[in-house]
């Protein structure tokens, strides 16, 4: 019962920016955290960026300085700005959602269908 889907990918050049954005929808009051995850062409899904419902945040080395993950005031949608952007950023981005269900007691998790970023030398 938790929607997402992301928006904002496109082409920039290195050093350029870009706005990621995920629209959160269900259950939204339930979950726990969001995060941002990255796949590049041949490579295995990463961690990028994470934020809890307290606003607690996490990045991963490559891109502390550069990235800021955020949410707005209703913690219905997360931001992920990207600066300084460079060739080796370019992948799909994807935003994952956790949040615990009533019915079970269990932690589920989300995922949009990603958006597209690439970034040219």
């Known amino acids: 019962q938790v929607q997402l889907v992301e928006s904002g990918g496109g082409l920039v050049q290195a050093g350029g920016s870009l706005r990621l954005s995920c629209a959160a929808s269900?259950?939204?009051?339930?979950?726990?955290?969001m995060g941002w995850y990255r796949q590049a062409p041949g490579k295995q899904r990463e961690l990028v960026a994470t934020?809890?419902?307290?606003?607690?945040?996490n990045y991963a080395d490559s891109v502390k300085g550069r990235f800021t993950i955020s949410r707005d005031n209703a913690k219905n949608t997360v931001h992920l700005q990207m600066n300084s952007l460079k060739p080796e950023d370019t992948a799909v981005y994807y935003c994952?959602?956790?949040?615990?269900?009533?019915?079970?007691?269990?932690?589920?998790?989300?995922w949009g269908q990603g958006t597209q970023v690439t970034v040219s030398s």
């Open positions: 934020i809890t419902s307290g606003g607690s945040t």
């Open positions: 994952n959602a956790e949040r615990f269900s009533i019915a079970t007691a269990r932690r589920e998790y989300y």
């Open positions: 269900g259950r939204i009051f339930s979950i726990s955290a």
